[in-house]
């Protein structure tokens, strides 16, 4: 199956630039202007082959590993007041209130599993977005990509995310224990034995459910509000198309999207990253339960640090993908455009 979606990749609605259009006040047809990547460019591998996909996933490995691990203080402290909002008040009180307890060099438990699994998630949330995006462009054809783009990445990037947080699971699991029970296990290679021993192998999978309703809602928002920031974006904020900007400057407005497209994904991901932290945290309990347990307003505890974390992680990780692309001069089509085809009928429907 994926010989044959690698040998039909070029002909994605994604993988080379349309003719586009603004829509006048008035609703006629105007004359298109070109957005197309920079002439003469020449890229290390074809869009949609193997090795795009493979350095896709590293470049995901990298966006997610680095950035996640960055932010375990943070995080730390998010979970606590997720977990005990009676003793962690807010992240102000929070930090002071672990750094009192245990010192500063708690601030950095967690990270080995934070690095390993976000890593492990990085290279199947990335690199399988960009095989369902063009396995599903593909299926709907030319013309339905376009018009139907949104929903095209809410499904890309919700297929990705399934196999992501089955990769991330384990991790999560040891990292949320080592992080808010006290007592427990300090280090990755202490913790692995204990949840298995406790728990067996259930003990590193019982919260893929609750990481699927966080991060399937997360992700679809992610990647969808990223794509649809950056196309407006440059139609509408910056002054110049595209392919006239250096890749400096389209690093720029990569980095102004993700975080607009990080704000959103932690609000709507909030409920759900609660439950996932009470859950990990209370042996035997269920989403459900931990859900009546906290409440609606429980369920909020700790989103002004984890719209900060949040934002900023999406932002810098989109950041790192992009330029591991251009680092590795890996095509990068523009935001898909009309295509010709669509504009000749809409014109006949105009006539």
Known sequence: MFSR??????????????????????????????????????????????????????????????THTAVVPLDLVKCRIQVNPAKYKGIFNGFKVSIREEGFRSLAKGWAPTCIGYSMQGICKFGFYEVFKILYSNLLGE???????????????????????IALSPMEAAKVRIQTQ?????????????????????GFYKGVVPLWCRQIPYTMMKFACFERTVEALYLYVVPKPRDECSKSEQLVVTFAAGYIAGVFCAIVSHPADTIVSKL????????????????????????FPRIIMIGTLTALQWFIYDAVKVAFKLPRPPPPTMPESLRLKLEAKQA
């Open 280 to 303: 990990n945290q209370d042996k035997g309990s269920t989403a459900v339960s931990v859900a009546k347990q906290l409440g609606m307003a429980g369920l909020w505890k700790g989103l």
């Open 143 to 165: 013309e339905n990509s376009y018009l139907y783009r949104t929903s095209l990445y809410l499904a890309a990037s919700a297929s990705a995310e399934f196999f992501a947080d």
């Open 5 to 66: 979606l690698w040998d039909s990749a070029k002909n994605s609605p994604f993988s080379h630039p349309f003719e586009a259009h603004c829509d006048a006040p008035n609703k006629e047809i105007v004359l298109p202007r070109r957005i197309s990547a920079a002439d003469g460019e020449t890229y290390s591998c074809e869009y949609g082959s193997g090795k795009f996909y493979l350095m896709c996933a590293f470049g995901g490995l990298l966006s997610c590993g680095i």
């Open 182 to 202: 006290p007592g427990f296990a300090s280090t990755l290679r202490a913790a692995v034995p204990i949840i298995y021993g406790q728990e067996g192998l259930w």
